[in-house]
């Protein structure tokens, strides 16, 4: 799982092979906010994440959508290239 990067006590990552939409794992290491890239929407919470580090989090998807968008695009070109 890459990391694409970290701010704000988050460590944003992809898995590889992961299915569509794109979407990041934000992790702060009490657990786990699943975000689509696109649309910003949560999809999924885990582990004892605080709702206010799940709306960080969202902030955090949004101010890098574009560079996020562009890391998961060329992630999944590289997988798609390499099989």
């Known amino acids: 799982m890459p990391t694409v990067l970290r701010v704000d ?4 990552s992809f898995f590889a092979g992961d299915h ?3 979407h ?3 992790d702060n290491g ?3 906010a699943i975000i689509e ?3 910003g929407s949560v999809r ?3 582990g004892s994440i605080r709702e206010k580090d799940v709306r ?3 902030t955090v998807v949004a101010e890098h959508r574009d560079d996020l968008q562009r ?3 060329e992630f999944a070109f590289r997988l798609g290239a390499s099989r």
């Open 9 to 12: 006590g988050f460590r944003l």
């Open 20 to 22: 569509e939409p794109a």
């Open 24 to 26: 990041v794992h934000c």
């Open 30 to 32: 009490d657990g786990v």
């Open 37 to 39: 890239i696109a649309s």
């Open 44 to 46: 999924r919470k885990l």
């Open 56 to 58: 960080r989090a969202e």
């Open 71 to 73: 890391a998961w695009t």
